[in-house]
T-cell receptor
Framework: DSGVTQTPKHLITATGQRVTLRCSPR?????VYWYQQSLDQGLQFLIQ???????AKGNILERFSAQQFPDLHSELNLSSLELGDSALYFC????????????FGPGTRLLVL | GEDVEQSLFLSVREGDSSVINCTYT??????LYWYKQEPGAGLQLLTY?????DMKQDQRLTVLLNKKDKHLSLRIADTQTGDSAIYFC???????????FGQGTELSVKP
């Protein structure tokens, strides 16, 4: 157990819908990262937050957004969902903004029908 | 650019050693990682190595780093059926610390 929790574990929804994925980092970790794992793209970095502020952006679609709250948990919002958004979404946390090892949560498996 | 390459499959017999290879392109990477993903599970950190090291050993795991060739390997000694999983190599970008992952190597251990 990495200490990073993600909810829900599974999510099934329809095209055009909006979903919110939630992540709680390890106790004491200030940085949260979101990654997407899909069959065609592999594991790709989406976005990073540090202590409530956005620090880095990767290949994140404009339909996707994230935030980190004062209690340091983070949410990834996916809207206008398409079939191709079906993937495993991982959250990772680290103690600092770029220097520490990242520990991954169990992931949220999203299926868009 | 940043890119990490791995071979896709490796099959070994139980008790043999497994060697999983990885090449990366960003010579400024300071940390390189190995993660393990079992079916239906998340990413488990196995080990990591600093770029100023050539080798790191942790029980059955040995990581070798050749900075000149930008080549990283993970050796698993006395491979067990429980080691069957997908192994990901990752380099940490100097731009904010994001991880750049390889495609993953599926290790199959036959009894």
């Amino acid at each position: 157990d990495s200490g990073v929790t993600q909810t829900p574990k599974h999510l099934i929804t329809a095209t055009g819908q909006r979903v919110t994925l939630r992540c709680s980092p390890r106790s004491g970790d200030l940085s949260v990262y979101w990654y997407q794992q899909s069959l065609d793209q592999g594991l790709q970095f989406l976005i990073q937050y540090y202590n409530g502020e956005e620090r880095a952006k990767g290949n994140i679609l404009e339909r996707f957004s994230a935030q980190q709250f004062p209690d340091l948990h983070s949410e990834l919002n996916l809207s206008s969902l398409e079939l191709g958004d079906s993937a495993l979404y991982f959250c990772a946390s680290s103690a600092d903004w770029g220097k520490e090892t990242q520990y991954f949560g169990p992931g949220t498996r999203l299926l868009v029908l | 650019g940043e890119d990490v390459e791995q071979s896709l499959f490796l099959s070994v017999r139980e008790g043999d050693s497994s060697v999983i290879n990885c090449t990366y392109t960003d010579s400024s990477s300071t940390y390189l990682y190995w993660y393990k993903q079992e079916p239906g599970a998340g990413l488990q950190l196995l080990t990591y190595i600093f770029s100023n090291m050539d080798m790191k050993q942790d029980q059955r795991l040995t990581v070798l780093l050749n900075k000149k060739d930008k080549h990283l390997s993970l050796r698993i000694a006395d491979t067990q059926t429980g080691d069957s999983a997908i192994y990901f190599c990752a380099e940490r970008s100097n731009q904010g610390g994001k991880l750049i992952f390889g495609q993953g190597t599926e290790l199959s251990v036959k009894p």
